[in-house]
Nanobody
Framework: VQLVESGGGLVQPGGSLRLSCAATSPRSIFSIAAGAWYRQIPGKQRELIASISRLGSTNYVDSVKGRFTISKENIKNTMYLQMNLLKPEDTAVYYC???????????????WGQGTQVTVSS
């Protein structure tokens, strides 16, 4: 499965962005596998911030809970991350991936997309 992240950019603190994760697959991948968003700050480890099960159950890391919303459109093979009330500390490269619940936690994937840069700054 090839994944392409998009939607990043420069936004002021308090602003919003919606990231997209488009999957190139002949199957409706998000209806058969869980999906997740990660972010990585230079010099730090990649961090799982939000996940969604194939049935639509969601989980968030505390630092984004209440501000970010993960969702998906199975028919479009696309997953989203709506980010509101952005803070400078949200600045990072954001990545998505799909797999089993265990793989999402351990980041045991064959490959990653190129990511999309989010910069929160005034």
């Amino acid at each position: 499965v090839q994944l392409v992240e998009s939607g990043g950019g420069l936004v002021q603190p308090g602003g919003s962005l919606r990231l997209s994760c488009a999957a190139t697959s002949p199957r409706s991948i998000f209806s058969i596998a869980a999906g997740a968003w990660y972010r990585q700050i230079p010099g730090k480890q990649r961090e799982l911030i939000a996940s969604i099960s194939r049935l639509g159950s969601t989980n968030y890391v505390d630092s984004v809970k209440g501000r970010f919303t993960i969702s998906k459109e199975n028919i479009k093979n696309t997953m989203y991350l709506q980010m509101n009330l952005l803070k400078p500390e949200d600045t990072a490269v954001y990545y998505c991936n799909v797999g089993t619940a265990e793989a999402l936690k351990t980041m045991d994937f064959d490959s990653w997309g190129q990511g999309t840069q989010v910069t929160v700054s005034s």
